[in-house]
């Protein structure tokens, strides 16, 4: 999906397409709550860390500004994450903005490297494996209902 396609989603959707996309590259991830979310809309865990990432589905033209920053960095202490980062639409920060996420080790991706991590390639390959699996997982359970139920038959 281009930018300028995720740039049309409401917001919720934007981040459960985040999500989605973070769970293709082997994160367990947690949608938090539309409100009161204490800094971050995803939580995506793996064997190695836990990062709390904040989504911002902004207009090509927008900047991501500190007060961006800040929320998700307190959500590293709120969430008990090893790290923060922020994925978004804009085509870039502020100065101030890049120089505070810098410093409190906080990654960001703009619309830029967000394009580059969830090329339609990738995410489409993803999706046959998942369907293929899920076409496998429901074959195998038809066929041992079937089996049970064609063995209550004859008792």
């Not at 367990?28 to 539309?34: K, L, M, N």
């Not at 090509?60 to 202490?77: C, L, M, R, T």
């Not at 996420?101 to 999706?127: C, H, P, T």
């Not at 038809?142 to 139920?149: G, K």
């Amino acid at each position: 999906m281009k930018v300028a396609e995720m740039r049309k989603m409401n917001p919720i959707e934007f981040e459960h397409y985040v999500a989605d996309m973070l769970e293709q590259k082997g994160y367990d991830c947690y949608v938090t709550s539309g409100t009161a979310d204490y800094g971050a809309d995803i939580i995506a865990e793996d064997d190695k860390e836990k990062i709390a990432v904040q989504v911002k589905r902004y207009a090509k033209n927008n900047s991501v500004g500190v007060e961006d920053i800040y929320p998700v960095h307190s959500a590293i202490n709120f969430y008990e994450c090893d790290r923060a980062m922020i994925i978004t639409t804009a085509t870039s920060l502020t100065n101030n903005a890049r120089v505070l996420a810098r410093n409190l080790g906080i990654e960001v991706w703009d619309s830029e490297k967000l394009a580059q991590e969830f090329s339609d390639k990738q995410y489409r390959a993803k999706k046959e494996e998942q369907i293929d699996f899920g076409f496998k997982q429901k074959a195998i359970i038809a066929f041992w209902i079937l089996a049970a139920l064609f063995t209550m038959r004859f008792y």
